[in-house]
């Protein structure tokens, strides 16, 4: 008699998640593939297996289905030890496959339960059944499922590599199913381009499908994509929007309660069903203390979108009804109250509509997982990372006023305030490199497990996948050297995508402890542009500077230091801030913004730091200048 190691994989994981248009499809598409794989796990354990990864026993409540918007989350690799009592591992893997199977026909039919009440002909449901189903016994359709197992010896290290090369060994073999029949009429799923669409082409069906799917114009769903959009139950979800107007509104809610009290006449016109304005849900209880519905209604170019709908899309936002547009204009008088400055008007302005993406992964985790002994640790790792993904959620949600969309263990996706996303950062990078996940602590700070976090700053009306894949980008870069030969992985990088074009700002460090840290430099210029210690076009003009330093050869570093700290302290006391004063301007934290700055490749460096700076200071302006104002002037 003979114990196994066995692993499933369940996925591809990014294709699954990512093909997203709104926030709400990449959430559930995560939730989705979380509960497909805790549905395979909780088989697994119900057939006597006993879960490593992850570390739950049976009859856990965590491996129990749920729809909670802060559920357990299962990554898509599970692994577990099966005891000498299942002779035959691949009964085990017929019953995993069985009951991920089940827990995606049990979301597929209440979608389509769902759609069919909104209208009979909803769907097409021949084409539905090709998505849904299976194509044969052994193949499922919608995600691939690949299992492996070895038999468990006394050395679990050699056992378990063992075990992930006949993993990848099995992925890379593939399974060519028949292909299912072609429907060269009909479009595409948007979201993906991959299926046909199940929705009507019936036009008049398609508008009244339009608000409770939130259809954009000529959007096409699949069956996977009209999942992810109705699966669940009526579950909201925060938009990038309502994100990137979050410091605007805290900012007017500090205001004085005038301006508080005609935000609150603005959320009670948002609130019922409406085509121009979804609530936040309870993932973020701060946005429904504050202002629980979308927040594209706050900028004027979209609300303007709104009060001249185009009557031949099938747009949710084109087909609003005579109410909708009577409460908007209600909207735009109190939204002009709140931003105008004329006829007693409280000046706010319009939100900044940059928000940023924060993509964390933990460093070398293969390896040291590879370095675990036993099952038993390997339990204790896990544990360990289920406790990290709680963390998270506290760091991102309550502590920085974010939305985590997805929070597996060292892997983390959420959208955050521009003003919060380094304390976010930070203290997501902290707590992570605090945790004792390995039972044998490896005593030098270079060895232990470390965090590296990604962070695109990115215009809120840009396309989802474009935002997504901004994120992904700094993620990469963030474990990569930069180009003054700082170490790979444990980085810190923040990239800045202007809408207007351009080539986009990428800084990259790794982090360190201490004030000179990547993080506490942008933090500290922005404080200084909001206490105008920094003039505005500072940034600017120290590009340009840096251009006259780009080809310059044969002088000694220590002179060219001097040569350039000289040309940067005139240009800075040239270009004074407004209401600031020379000798502010010139003060010890200068000083250190120019030590080292001897070369080209430095000045440009520190001119995008100041660049990013002053978007940080930007949004720090809409959620506390505005705090500062007295109750009397108001």
């Not at 995606?104 to 769902?114: D, F, I, P, V």
């Not at 046909?196 to 409770?212: D, G, H, M, P, Y």
């Not at 002009?336 to 509509?353: A, R």
């Amino acid at each position: 008699m003979t114990r196994h190691l066995f692993v499933i994989s369940i996925g591809s994981v990014q294709d699954f998640i990512s093909a997203a248009r709104r926030t709400r499809d990449l959430w559930f598409g995560s939730h989705l593939l979380s509960e497909i794989s805790k549905a395979a796990a909780k088989a697994i354990a119900e057939e006597g297996g006993e879960l490593i990864f992850p570390a739950l026993e049976r009859g856990h409540l965590d491996l129990e289905p749920s729809d909670e918007v802060d559920a357990f989350n299962v990554a898509n690799i599970i692994v577990a030890e099966l005891p000498e009592s299942i002779t035959d591992p691949s009964k085990v893997n017929e019953k995993a496959r069985i009951a991920a199977k089940s827990s995606w026909l049990r979301y597929a039919n209440e979608t389509k339960k769902e759609a069919e009440k909104l209208d009979r002909n909803a769907v097409n449901l021949d084409i539905w059944a090709e998505q849904v189903t299976d194509v044969d016994e052994q193949t499922f359709e919608v995600i691939t499922i690949y299992a492996a197992w070895v038999p468990l010896g006394p050395d679990y290290q050699k056992d378990r590599k063992r075990l992930m090369r006949l993993l990848s060994g099995r992925k890379s073999i593939r399974d060519f199913n028949p292909p299912t029949e072609m429907h060269p009429i009909i479009p595409k799923s948007s979201l993906d381009g991959a299926r046909e669409s199940v929705l009507t082409k019936n036009k008049n069906i398609r508008k009244k499908l339009a608000l409770r799917l939130r259809l954009g114009n000529g959007e096409q769903l699949c069956a996977v994509a009209l999942t992810k959009r109705l699966g669940g139950g009526k579950v909201p979800f925060p938009s990038v929007v309502r994100v990137a107007a979050d410091p605007w509104i805290r900012g007017a809610i500090s205001y004085g309660q005038k301006a508080k009290d005609v935000l609150a006449e603005i959320g009670n016109l948002c609130s019922g069903e409406n085509g121009f304005s979804s609530g936040t849900g309870r993932i973020q209880k701060k946005y429904k203390e504050d202002f629980g519905y979308d927040g594209q209604i706050f900028y004027p170019s979209r609300l303007s979108k709104f009060l001249k709908p185009n009557p031949d899309s099938d747009s949710c936002e084109d087909n609003l009804s005579g109410d909708d547009l009577v409460s908007l204009k209600r909207i735009k008088e109190k939204v002009d109250q709140l931003q105008k400055s004329d006829n007693g008007c409280f000046g706010l302005k319009e939100p900044d509509p940059y928000l940023a993406i924060l993509i964390a992964d933990g460093d070398r985790m293969g390896k040291a997982i590879s370095e675990i002994k036993t099952p038993e640790d390997h339990r204790e790792f896990s544990k360990n990372l289920s406790e990290f993904a709680k963390i998270a959620r506290k760091v991102v949600e309550s502590d920085n006023n974010g939305v985590l969309v997805y929070s597996g263990g060292d892997d983390v996706l959420a959208f955050l305030p521009v003003d919060k996303c380094l304390l976010a950062a930070r203290d997501l990078h902290d707590k992570f490199g605090a945790l004792k996940l390995l039972k044998e602590d490896p005593g030098k700070a270079k060895d232990r497990l470390t965090l590296s976090v990604g962070i695109a700053i990115a215009h809120a009306f840009e396309p989802l996948e474009d935002l997504i894949e901004y994120g992904k980008n700094a993620e990469k870069a963030a474990k990569e050297p930069n180009k003054y030969g700082q170490g790979d992985r444990n980085g810190l990088a923040v990239h800045l995508h202007k809408r207007g074009g351009g080539e986009p700002i990428r800084l990259r460090e790794q982090w360190i402890d201490d004030s000179s840290g990547l993080d506490k430099r942008l933090d500290k210029w922005a404080k200084m542009h909001n206490e105008n210690e920094l003039p505005d076009k500072a940034a600017y003009e120290m590009r340009e500077l840096a251009e006259v330093y780009r080809n310059w050869k044969g002088t000694p570093k220590a002179d060219l230091e001097n040569l350039i700290k000289a040309d940067v302290k005139r240009m800075l006391k040239r270009k004074r801030p407004v209401g600031g004063e020379d000798q502010k301007i010139l003060t010890k934290e200068i000083d250190s913004m120019l030590k080292g700055l001897d070369s080209y490749q430095k000045v440009r460096h520190l001119a995008d730091e100041l660049i990013l700076a002053r978007k940080l200071s930007d949004v720090m302006k809409m959620a506390d200048r505005i705090a500062k104002k007295p109750e009397a002037e108001i």
